[in-house]
């Protein structure tokens, strides 16, 4: 499971959602890209599920830059629990995701594959994403 180094707290809050993304939002190292248009909460698991349709679609030619790290802590609490008792154990990790920002980018494919290969990891999301590309 991908999860951060370090930690300066091992759990959070939930916090909020708001605003548009301003660092993060263009390609920097990629000729085409995948960028969000809402907002949500990305899984680890939904990361590497994306990385992998990428990868096995694009038969590892190219390079793929994976610009989000799932790095806030979700707790959850054991079934049967009762009430009390303190927060539960940290279960996954998450990436908070606003709208524009880039989550994987490509370069050293051609357009049609490149396209194609985000369409599939797009796919493995749970919100809306659209294809871009450098000019």
Do not use: C, N
């Not at 301003?22 to 960028?35: D, P, Q």
């Amino acid at each position: 499971m991908l999860q951060p180094r370090k930690q300066k707290y091992r759990k959070q809050f939930r916090g909020k959602m708001r605003g548009k993304t301003y660092r993060g939002h263009e390609l920097e190292f990629g000729e085409y890209g995948l960028k969000t248009k809402e907002r949500g909460w990305l899984k680890v698991k939904q990361i590497e599920a994306a990385r992998k349709a990428i990868v096995h679609y694009t038969k590892r030619k190219g390079k793929v830059w994976i610009r989000i790290l799932a790095d806030k802590p979700i707790t959850k609490k054991g079934s049967g629990v009762r009430m009390g008792g303190g927060k539960g154990d940290v279960e996954t990790y998450v990436a908070v995701m606003t709208p524009g920002r880039v989550l994987f980018e490509i370069a050293g494919l051609e357009k049609e594959i490149a396209k194609q290969a985000l369409k599939l990891a797009a796919a493995k999301l749970p919100f809306k994403t659209i294809f871009i590309q450098r000019i």
